[in-house]
């Protein structure tokens, strides 16, 4: 074991579970965060090195609490993956404003204030932020101006987050996974989405939690020392293909 911890928010299930999961493998602590306390709690028991810390990553009070709790617990955060996130797809003129702000709330709020908490703990031990956006956030469509519009807005908070605390030793980059059968995606894809998602994808699958975890805990690495303010796209190349008309395979 090494001492170095990471906060997860979301790490009761899906992506945040895998990654958590994962980054124990590799050695870490990790503060497992999630508002779904029930989850947290099966979730953490299911790992060695981990503690789960019930808090609502979209309200300000509770993020002071979280920071608090955990560096109590652990003494020290090396990294910060705001993973958290919620999905509500609706037409713009269906999209009223507590729809869009609930997606704001966690998607953008969350991210920015889990961040902006854990900021004197990560200068001490000149420390890392992986964001989790989404390939919404890179491509527009339909349905998504609520979501797509926090996912862009998240990018761009990576950026800034590297270009101001670069000199604080802190790195920032950003995830944008393609889709990935959790519960967040499941909620809102039917067959028929599933399908177009497969025709758009030149690796024509979904991916897997544990191939976006992959990318987040490597960019937690001293390996990824020289990495910030990038965003990548674990998409199974969905966002490299302009054109991606099934008619126009062969
Ligand atoms: N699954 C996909 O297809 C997909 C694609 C692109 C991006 N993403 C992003 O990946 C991240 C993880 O998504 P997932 O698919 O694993 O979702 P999920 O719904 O399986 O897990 C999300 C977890 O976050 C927790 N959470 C939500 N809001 C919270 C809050 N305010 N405070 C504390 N915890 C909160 C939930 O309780 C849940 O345990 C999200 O940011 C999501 O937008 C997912």
């Known amino acids: 074991m090494t001492n170095s911890v990471a906060l997860i928010t979301g790490a009761a299930r899906g992506i945040g579970f895998a990654t958590s999961e994962l980054m ?5 602590q990790v ?6 306390f029930e989850a947290l709690q099966a979730a953490a028991h299911q790992l060695d090195h981990v503690e789960a810390f019930d808090f609502d990553i979209s309200k300000i009070d509770q993020v002071a609490d979280m920071t608090k709790a955990v560096l109590a617990s652990f003494g020290r955060i090396d990294a910060v993956v705001n993973n958290a996130g919620v999905a ?3 037409p713009i003129d269906e999209t009223d404003f507590s729809r869009w702000r609930d997606v704001m709330a966690t998607n953008l709020d969350g991210t920015f204030l889990v961040s902006q908490a854990a900021l004197p703990a990560l200068k001490d031990t000149k420390g890392c ?3 989790v956006a989404s390939i919404s956030g890179l491509r527009a469509s339909t349905l998504r101006v609520a ?3 926090s996912k862009a807005a998240v990018i761009h908070l990576t950026k800034q987050q590297a270009a101001e605390l670069g000199e604080f030793g802190i790195r ?3 995830v944008c996974p393609g889709p990935v059968r959790t519960k967040l995606a499941m909620a809102v894809h039917t067959q028929e989405i599933i399908d177009a ?10 991916g897997t939690e544990n191939e976006i975890a992959q990318c987040i805990a490597f960019l937690c690495t001293p390996e990824a020392s020289y990495i910030t303010g990038q965003t990548i796209a674990a998409d199974g190349g969905f966002e490299a293909t302009g054109v991606g008309l099934p008619a126009l395979r062969t």
Not at 24 to 28: D, L, R
Not at 31 to 36: F, I, L, T
């Open 24 to 28: 124990v493998k590799q050695g870490w």
């Open 31 to 36: 503060a497992m965060v999630d508002r779904d």
């Open 88 to 90: 509500d797809f609706g």
């Open 129 to 131: 932020i992986v964001n």
């Open 147 to 149: 979501y797509g519009t």
């Open 172 to 174: 920032a980059n950003c």
């Open 197 to 206: 998602y497969h025709d758009a994808i030149p690796l024509n699958r979904y």
